[in-house]
Nanobody
Framework: QVQLVESGGGLVQPGGSLRLSCAIS????????MGWFRQAPGKEREFVAA????????FYDDSVKERFTISRDNAKNTMYLQMNSLKPEDSAVYYC?????????????????????WGQGTQVTVSS
């Protein structure tokens, strides 16, 4: 059974940084694209970033480009999201997700429905 577990969320002041982690168990990790999504209260789940199986390609939503960095360590079965220059509008529950398909194509990688496995989420709150 596939299991994704996020960690690293918390309360941070505007302009601060956080690093989210997503640990994966139960299946081969290194061949599948992965992504981060977020959902704020009363809003739809939205795409944040995605990374290809090798880690050589990544894609970001415009709202986080130049501030967030997605990465993965296939040897540790872990994906990361480094978040810098955080803003109050970044506050949300952040979810990691994995695709069964090995395809890394735009715009499919930005669509939550194309991901098959999800974590339980970790809360990020940006507030002074």
């Amino acid at each position: 059974q596939v299991q994704l577990v996020e960690s690293g969320g918390g309360l941070v002041q505007p302009g601060g940084s956080l690093r989210l982690s997503c640990a994966i168990s139960g299946r081969t990790f290194s061949y599948n694209p992965m992504g981060w999504f977020r959902q704020a209260p009363g809003k739809e789940r939205e795409f944040v970033a995605a990374i290809a199986s090798s880690g050589g390609r990544s894609f970001y939503d415009d709202s986080v480009k130049e501030r967030f960095t997605i990465s993965r360590d296939n040897a540790k079965n872990t994906m990361y999201l480094q978040m810098n220059s955080l803003k109050p509008e970044d506050s949300a529950v952040y979810y990691c997700a994995q695709k069964r398909s090995t395809l890394f194509l735009f715009p499919g990688i930005t669509t939550a429905g194309n991901y098959d496995y999800w974590g339980q989420g970790t809360q990020v709150t940006v507030s002074s």
